[in-house]
């Protein structure tokens, strides 16, 4: 597992300190930046669906899951 740069804490920092700001519970907080992340991964690789799972480090059917779930799945 790859280390966060200074620069990436501080954005997550920010990221939670808003959510906890506007009253964004944990649950829904980690959603939104599951989508993000798969959605981000997905994209970066062209939509080469076993690229991503590498990157995000899931199995396929995982990602598969969440691309279908949240309606990105082709």
């Known amino acids: 597992m790859g280390r966060l740069t200074h620069e990436s804490q501080r ?11 506007i ?7 980690v959603r939104e930046v599951r989508k993000m992340a798969i959605k981000r991964a997905y994209l970066a690789s062209g939509g080469n669906k076993r690229k991503a799972c590498r990157v995000l480090s899931v199995h396929p059917s995982t990602l598969y899951w969440y691309l279908d779930k949240y309606g990105w799945f082709e």
Do not use: N, S
């Open 23 to 29: 009253g964004m519970p944990l649950r829904d907080l």
């Open 11 to 21: 954005r997550i920092t920010g990221l939670v300190d808003y959510a906890l700001g």
